[in-house]
């Protein structure tokens, strides 16, 4: 079954630093990836997605994800984040044998901003 | 564009009674909807699945009676909650699909639903 790993549950990081949240997904012929971003009680923002193309994606807010077929990840990037980053971030892949149509996501990290 | 609006963001309702959650896309027509359910700290679990017109594909484990998915119009599907338990208590979120393309999914901003 198609899987989705988010190693890090929770990720602390100071204002204005470099942050990485990890993402690596099950192996397949065709998949596309997406990171998404969640605050308290609302539900899901796209942040970026690959569908197909150049590995390296840019998104809103200052975020790039980088797709690597070899290591089967999609680690999301920023280089100086804000206060304002604190949320939930969620990585999920739609795979080929669902028509694409479901998503699998993975158990999400929190990142923690502090000043 | 793509937008979704899920409604009502909150609801609080008696044990043994239902609560019926909305979701609509405003700007496009949603072949396809998505029907997730969050518990505190988790990740999302996927509840259903629903094309217009016909009936919904629920995952493993839903109960179907209990879930009751209507997506009547290409433009709106309903999630009710029948004789709601507490153990129901939960963050519920649809997802959208239209026909722009592979990857085209839009999230609702979500139902928390207190039973008590």
């Known amino acids: 079954a198609q899987s989705v790993t988010q190693l890090d549950s929770q990720v602390p990081v100071f204002e204005e630093a470099p942050v990485e949240l990890r993402c690596n997904y099950s192996?397949?012929?065709?998949?596309?990836l997406f990171w998404y971003v969640q605050y308290p009680n609302q539900g899901l923002q796209l942040l970026l997605k690959?569908?197909?193309?150049?590995?390296l994606v840019k998104g809103i807010n200052g975020f790039e994800a980088e797709f690597n077929k070899s290591q089967t990840s999609f680690h999301l990037r920023k280089p100086s984040v804000h206060i304002s980053d604190t949320a939930e971030y969620f990585c999920?892949?739609?795979?080929?044998?669902?028509?694409?149509?479901?998503?699998?996501f993975g158990t999400g990290t929190r990142l923690l901003v502090s000043p | 564009g793509a937008v979704v609006s899920q409604h009502p963001s909150w609801v609080i309702c008696k044990s043994g009674t239902s609560v019926k959650i909305e979701c609509r896309s405003l700007?496009?027509?949603?072949?396809?909807m998505f029907w997730y359910r969050q518990f505190p700290k988790q990740s999302l679990m996927l509840m259903a699945t629903s094309n217009e017109g016909s009936k919904a594909t629920y995952e493993q484990g839903v109960e179907k009676d209990k879930f009751l998915i209507n997506h009547a119009s290409l433009t709106l599907s309903t999630l009710t909650v029948t004789s709601a338990h507490p153990e129901d208590s939960s963050f519920y979120i649809c997802?959208?699909?239209?026909?722009?393309?592979?990857?085209?999914?839009?999230f609702g901003s979500g139902t928390r639903l207190t039973v008590v």
């Open positions: 690959y569908l197909s193309g150049s590995t």
């Open positions: 999920a892949a739609g795979y080929v044998n669902t028509g694409f149509q479901k998503l699998v």
């Open positions: 700007d496009f027509q949603a072949t396809t």
């Open positions: 192996s397949s012929v065709s998949v596309y």
């Open positions: 997802s959208a699909r239209g026909d722009r393309g592979l990857g085209g999914y839009t």
